[in-house]
Nanobody
């Protein structure tokens, strides 16, 4: 199975910074198209924060533009979210997401498919 594991969250004061990391693992991974970060605050729907494709092009939610930066290391199946100038409204559980090309079997002729995978979430709390 493909797993995404996030790390780097925690408690920070307003104006501070955090960097989230996400690593995808699994022997079935052929490649990863997009990787992204989403967040969900209590009582709110999960929302896109940032997404990055294989070529390095990124998109951001308006609320984080200029403050957050998404990056990735393609060969390591890793993505990062650098969060600067954090504000209390950024408090949420942050989830890594990946669009993963997988191979169902070890043979070269094994069938392949596309799977959307989520991490378990990582809490970010920003105090005022």
């Amino acid at each position: 199975q493909v797993r995404l594991v996030e790390s780097g969250g925690g408690l920070v004061r307003a104006g501070g910074s955090l960097r989230l990391s996400c690593v995808a693992s699994g022997r079935s991974i052929v490649n990863i198209n997009t990787m992204g970060w989403y967040r969900q605050a209590p009582g709110k729907e999960r929302e896109l924060v940032a997404v990055i494709n294989r070529g390095g092009s990124a998109e951001y939610a308006d609320s984080v533009k200029g403050r957050f930066t998404i990056s990735r290391e393609y060969a390591k199946n890793m993505a990062y979210l650098q969060m600067n100038s954090l504000q209390p409204e950024d408090t949420a559980v942050y989830y890594c997401n990946a669009d993963v090309r997988v191979k169902y079997g070890s043979a070269v002729e094994s069938p392949e498919g596309q799977e959307n995978v989520w991490g378990q979430g990582n809490q970010v709390t920003v105090s005022s």
